[in-house]
């Protein structure tokens, strides 16, 4: 069975309708808002009262735990033998073949293995008039409860034993004193040994004021208890079965000296249902008791697996719970899926982002590209056209650089007798010069107009040419110059007037071919 | 009466809604939304991938920054050409700025009278010239004053002004000997461009004796803008003895002019009018500016 975070416990008695609230946060679980109203006899005008009672409190849409009442449900636990599977279901079906002996039309029957370890189990069961139940249910319905369980009186009357008394290895007994009947439990170990039902209650042992005053009713109800728990001693005989106290739970206070009368007769020391530190909210138990024990049973706190509430209703009440929860799983899980959508929408739009981006970088980068070829081929085609006009002003700036160079390079004892381009060196003053082109329409290569080839003549006095050498050494040294070394014998022109004229002086010819830096 | 209603049918349809609502919705956001997004971004990754390799011989070898260099490298060697380009298109032509008649230089045949009338204009003034300078010049100019009938008249007539101007440098440069003056043929030296753009060129054979510091004035002015000439050949030589600077100079220089709009280095091609010379005219005492 599941258990609600937020549930009450409505005990709806002959007189009063009490009401406990528990609410459970994880492990713990508060009990609080103990209130009880005195109902009126008309079905009708108390379950109004009920439903506006709990609206007053703010209580009317909790889900809600209700109370199957004796007179219409029968309980019975009996003793299995351990270990014997089979022994408990021919038990179940004889105890349900006997219910239905007992009562007439449908009966709603629940049943409970209780397991002690070593001992004997317990199979509790659970009988009641299918029409009482769909009664009670009804009843609930009209004051528009939200009712998710309806437990027997027992079951709540445990629950609110184990949770509210401090754990005891000797059982206790409860006995819940209500208008018109008598429940009592024993309960060990948060189980339930015993359980019986009276017809003697607080209408019989109360005056008006609710103070236990008629001592023959009294003393009757007491019979009836010791003979309940003298059957019960015959049925439960080992020492450690022997309850050590008695708690005595009724809407009115249970006087001192009842408590003491009971404890003479039954041999078991008795007190009222003592205020619990687990429950610190709950100022009165022993009059909410019932209620305690239902609230406690929907908040999960259920020791005993027993429900009157039909299984199709039990899951109709889970599922109406439920549905927020589907509602709320189904949002989550959508969500999700949405949070993956957008994730996915975040990296697609980084993905194009980062295509887009090297993309544009590739773009960029051919670009650059293309336009540097393009200069590049611009920038060929500009050298080549400002070549013929650069050669054009180099020629004259060449044979400058090479007059200046020789005038500082040469040897002051030596003498230049003749400077001219290779293709004029051999020229001879006044010979036809077509200075043709080669090709016939006029065009010229610049190389052909270049003057980078140039001749220097002289004569020096030293046959071993030291001085000529020297010169050249420095005409290297030259930014201006590419190479120079001594024109090759067979290449120095012939001119008998040139030798003529300087065979005076007894020197010797030299002749000097300059390579320029061309531009 | 309210009765407690046992049917829990509406509760279980309920949920099964909610599931089956559920369901549809993610399966529906799965196949239409993420699974297309998610085979884009796929897509996306592998175009990543094929264009990091792309990528990958720019990033690892060039830079964007040396290419941006290598692209302000060229753009400065651009501008260095247009600039040298504007130096030397105003050093180079002999005749730039001198005013003329674009009209003179028609194919027809009356260009002839004009050839005439200009020669003997230019005898008269370097004949002069020479002279008052004691300048000893070659009779007529190195062409002489007639004109064949196969001789083009503008070629003739830029022969003359080349000569004119080169005698005109020659005496101012104190050479005082012009032995021998000869036009030669004319050349062309084409400036990658179409043939209309180019560099015509008349050379002048010239002979002449004086002394270094001459010859080197000579050169000097040749070099500078509004007197250029472009020295083609050369041969210098000592005639005489060791004590004598006597110098015989025999050169060939070229007198140039660009035919076609050759202001911007890029030669601009479009509807130029092939008559249409950089300057506007020559006439026989009109070379000068």
Known sequence: ?519 | MNTFDTDNHIERRNIAIILISTGVICILLFAAVLLPMRARKNSYLNEIVRLDAELEPYLSQVSEESLQLQLDREAARFRYYADKWKELTALVSTFRGVKATTDLFSPSKEGRIDFKIAFFEARERLTKKAEENKVSLPADLGIGETIAATENAEIQLWRLAAVSRLLDAVIESGIKNVIEIRPLEPRIYPLNAPEYSAMHEYPMLIRFRCRYPQVMNLIRRSQQPGSFFALRHIHGERKESLTSDALEIEAVYGAAIFKGPVDDILLDQTGRDENRYLFEGVNGTGMNE
């Open chain 1, 1 to 519: 069975m599941s258990f609600f975070r937020d549930v009450i416990g409505l005990d709806i008695g002959s007189r009063y309708a009490k009401v406990v609230r528990a609410v459970r946060r994880g492990p713990f679980t508060v009990l609080s808002g103990a209130e009880e109203i005195a109902l009126p006899e008309a079905e009708e005008d108390r379950n109004r009262l009920v439903r506006v009672f709990l609206e007053e409190k703010g209580l009317a849409d909790l889900p809600c735990v209700i109370a199957m009442r004796g007179e219409d449900m029968l309980m019975r636990v009996v003793n299995t033998v351990p270990g014997d599977a089979g022994s408990e279901r021919a038990i179940v079906e004889e105890q349900h073949e006997h219910f239905e002996d007992l009562t007439t039309g449908n009966v709603v029957s629940e049943y409970c293995v209780q397991k002690n370890p070593g001992e004997k189990n317990q199979i509790v069961f659970a009988v009641a008039r299918e029409d009482a139940v769909r009664r009670t249910l009804d009843s609930a319905a009209e004051a528009g409860l939200g009712t998710v369980n309806l437990l027997p009186v027992p079951v709540a009357l445990l629950n609110a034993v184990s949770w509210l008394l401090p754990s005891s290895a000797s059982p206790l007994l409860c006995i819940d004193i209500g208008h018109a009947a008598t429940e009592l439990i024993i309960v060990r170990q948060r189980k339930l040994l015993f359980q019986r039902r009276f017809m003697i209650g607080a209408s019989d042992l109360q005056d008006t004021e609710g103070v236990f005053s008629d001592t023959r009713k009294f003393d009757q109800w007491l019979e009836e208890l010791a003979a309940c728990i003298s059957f019960y001693r015959s049925e439960f005989s080992a020492e450690k079965f022997t309850v050590s106290k008695a708690f005595v739970s009724s809407r009115s206070e249970f006087p001192q000296e009842c408590a003491e009368a009971v404890s003479r007769r039954v041999g078991i020391q008795c007190a009222a249902f003592p205020l619990s530190v687990r429950a610190p909210l709950l100022t009165n138990p022993g009059r909410y008791t019932v209620a305690a024990g239902l609230a406690l049973a929907g908040a999960g706190q259920n020791m005993l697996k027993i429900s009157l509430l039909p299984a199709v209703l039990r899951e109709k009440m889970v599922l109406q719970h439920q549905i927020r929860y589907w509602a709320a799983s189904a949002l989550l899980l959508i969500s999700s899926v949405l949070v993956l959508v957008l994730g996915m929408a975040s990296q697609l739009d980084n993905a194009e982002n980062a295509f887009g981006r090297r993309s544009e970088m590739l773009e960029r980068f051919r670009g650059m590209e293309r336009k540097l070829e393009q200069l590049k081929d611009e920038n060929t085609v500009l050298r080549t056209r400002l070549m013929p006009l650069t050669v054009a002003a180099w020629n004259a700036e060449a044979v400058i650089a090479l007059l200046d160079a020789v005038t500082v390079a040469k040897d002051a004892n030596d003498w230049i007798v003749l400077i001219a381009d290779a293709a004029f060196y051999d020229h001879r003053p006044g010979a036809a010069q077509n200075n043709a082109p080669a090709s016939g329409d006029g065009a010229v290569t610049v190389r052909d107009a270049l003057l980078d080839e140039l001749v220097i003549e002289g004569y020096t006095a030293n046959p071993d040419l030291s001085s000529v050498q020297a010169m050249i050494e420095k005409l290297r040294e030259d930014p201006y110059i590419l190479s120079v070394d001594l024109l090759a014998d067979d290449q120095v022109r012939a001119d008998a007037g040139r030798d003529k004229s300087w065979a005076f002086a007894g020197c010797h010819l030299f002749a000097i071919e300059v390579r320029m830096v061309a531009p």
